[in-house]
């Protein structure tokens, strides 16, 4: 089908020197951009990348469209949530206008966008995901830490899920270094598992990388956070680096 | 101590807008530039990072300095590279020269910079890392690949000593996606076993991720591949996705 471009672009975390010089390009050149609403709560997470793109981007002759998504998984409200989207996307493309979707991070890691091209694939247009940088190698940088070297792995792991699933044990345990993202209401408990296992002296936890606010937590520190601090658990991410 | 900074500038897998603002503001101020060269026998590393950043900074006032590294883990001669470079930065330094250490894809991830970054903080300077786009998430978005939805976590793999340590077959065999990255010398087994494990129709394998002649091979044809693939395996990444 003919139309506008569908394009899936990454922002990086949240400050607008972050964005790469292809993110701001592609960004200038679609008259609409759409940023998704996944923190409906409180709205955090529309603002960081709104914040992003508007520090680096002119918006005043952009149409902007903001989408709501629900964070909790209920497959008919989201399925709903989705198609909205991807209709309103449509419209534009049939115009032949190109449309960008603004995710945070890289587009490729727990991105909403990357569902919502797929989608938007379906339906017969083209699709181009623009790379970001990933909100943990901020983390790391900020920390001023090696995630790993030669012959090490990093395993990613969703937090949340993994402590409801109750894998998260065994994941801290095996060799190699652990980036916990997603810790959401369970921060806590992940951090009393980490100290558990005798990992704090090997763990940091970074809150709002690179943003106004910016923490760095190690060790010892761990042990004794805040109540405000384990409360903003949506931008932590906790690096443990258990190798030999 | 007082005297010049020491930045370990990340700049993404290649292409020159790929570079985030950060890093060519960065780079921009910086009088040295320094570049490793890690693979002195073909100089392909050393020449990627030097037109990745030649492309987006002018480099006519800045001092270029390129430290040759060993891939060859002998650990005499590397010290001895690694405080070669580092003396080398310190001069500058104590002259109050901000020096720039450039690293392809993010210098938290198997990066030679990081390692440099800890030596010359131990001689007393201040170390800063920039962070930039991982050679993963290019290779994910020039596929438009997701490479993980909400439960999902991603393990990121150094394929050629994970295979020597005979704990590939393992590693890919657990739940999630895998990320194999310095596949080597060991290009063709690795694919070899991928098959073996009835992975290469979960399998993607990308080259030179958004440089010229990338290639991206896709279950049947990961089967096939010329000889001249096998041994470009420098720049290739392999995204195994077996999730449930």
Redesign the interface.
């Known amino acids: 089908m003919k139309g506008g471009i569908f394009y899936a672009v990454?922002v990086?975390p949240g400050?607008?020197?972050?964005?790469?010089?292809?993110s701001?390009?592609v960004l200038e050149k679609c008259p609409v951009i759409c940023f998704p609403q996944t923190d409906s709560a409180s709205g955090k997470k529309h603002h960081i990348a709104f914040d992003a793109v508007r520090g680096?981007v002119s918006l005043a002759e952009k149409k902007i469209l903001f989408f709501p998504f629900s964070m909790v998984?209920d497959c008919a409200a989201m399925r709903a949530e989705y198609e909205a989207a991807v209709s309103s996307c449509e419209s534009f493309l049939r115009q032949g206008m190109d449309v960008a979707f603004v995710s945070i991070g890289?587009?490729?890691?727990?991105?909403t966008g990357?569902?919502i091209?797929?989608l938007v694939?379906e339906r017969g247009f083209e699709?181009?995901?623009?790379?970001?940088?990933?909100s943990f190698?901020?983390a790391?940088?900020?920390a001023?830490?090696?995630?790993?070297?030669?012959?090490?792995?990093?395993?990613?792991?969703?937090g949340d899920?993994?402590y409801m699933?109750e894998t998260l044990r065994a994941?801290l345990l095996s060799p190699g270094t652990k980036i916990l993202m997603?810790m959401g209401r369970h921060l806590r408990e992940i951090l009393a598992l980490v100290d558990a296992l005798g990992l704090s002296e090997r763990a940091t936890l970074v809150q709002k990388a690179?943003l106004p606010g910016q923490k760095i937590f190690r060790d010892e520190e761990l042990r004794h956070l805040d109540d405000s601090v384990i409360a903003d658990s949506y931008l932590s991410i906790l690096i443990v680096k258990n190798n030999a």
């Open positions: 990454s990086g400050e607008p020197d972050l964005l790469t010089l292809r701001v390009r680096a998984p890289d587009v490729s890691l727990y991105s990357s569902r091209a797929d694939r699709v181009r995901f623009v790379p970001g940088v990933n190698s901020v790391a940088c900020e001023c830490l090696s995630l790993a070297g030669r012959n090490e792995s990093v395993l990613i792991i969703p899920a993994f699933e994941a997603k690179s």
